[in-house]
């Protein structure tokens, strides 16, 4: 198993452009969930979803938007890119149920210059 | 404010040393919680869970402590090595439903060889 996989990696936006951030994995895990993480900071929740077809705002949903239309992916998308959007993007994902341990990417690194 | 947080930011440890990274949780009703290790640009890996029917639990060179009373949850890794360089982060789940981890700031710990 692959795990949870990001891409890209890292990505240089200009302000007001757009991009989506891929997440996909393949443990056939329901819940996928997209996280933020500045500098010298813990994870902050953007979205998540329990499963195909449903998501839910986390801390802080301002400027982004999700879908999830299979198991498998949850992308994440930002339509008008803003210096305050630079950050570490985390996806994870987790089996159906509480008390169950979440998988992380490695990250895509953005930033809005 | 945030639930969970932690009372160091940093910690510096010999090689060989225990460690011992602490985390201090405020809602009562929380009974999963975890550890995750983050290294320099990647994701955050887990380490080791407990939910709140323990009071201790051990993996390799990692014990995971849950004191209820004090609302207090320890990690402590036996013969530190410069591998465990990383920043540890503490999370806690409440079993009410689709409630996502909560996740406290982090402590950075560094090996000295």
């Known amino acids: 198993n692959a795990g949870v996989t990001q891409t890209p990696k890292f990505r240089i936006l200009k302000i007001g452009q757009s991009m989506t951030l891929q997440c996909t994995q393949d443990?056939?895990?329901?819940?996928m969930y997209w996280y933020r993480q500045d500098p010298g900071m813990g994870l902050k929740l953007i979205y998540y979803?329990?499963?195909?077809?449903?998501?839910d705002k986390g801390e802080v949903p301002n400027g982004y938007n999700v879908s999830r239309s299979t198991t498998e992916d949850f992308p994440l998308r930002l339509e008008l890119a803003a210096p305050s959007q630079t950050s570490v993007y985390f996806c994870?994902?987790?089996?159906?149920?509480?008390?169950?341990?979440?998988?992380f990417g490695d990250g895509t690194r953005l930033s809005i210059l | 404010g945030e639930s969970v947080g932690l009372h160091l930011p940093t910690l510096s440890v010999q090689e060989g040393d225990n460690s011992i990274i602490n985390c201090a949780y405020s809602?009562?009703?929380?009974?999963?919680f975890i550890w995750y290790k983050q290294e320099s640009g990647k994701g955050p890996q887990f380490i080791i869970d407990?939910?709140?029917?323990?009071d201790k639990r051990q993996g390799q060179r990692v014990t995971v402590l849950l004191n209820k009373t004090v609302k207090h949850l320890s990690l402590q890794i036996a013969a530190t090595q410069p591998g465990d360089s990383a920043v540890y982060f503490c999370?806690?789940?409440?079993?009410?439903?689709?409630?996502?981890?909560?996740f406290g700031k982090g402590t950075r710990l560094s090996v000295i060889a």
């Open positions: 809602n009562s009703a929380s009974d999963y």
């Open positions: 999370a806690e789940n409440i079993n009410s439903g689709n409630t996502p981890l909560v």
């Open positions: 994870a994902s987790s089996r159906q149920g509480n008390n169950q341990p979440q998988h």
């Open positions: 979803s329990v499963g195909a077809g449903i998501t």
């Open positions: 443990m056939n895990h329901n819940y």
């Open positions: 407990i939910r709140s029917n323990m």
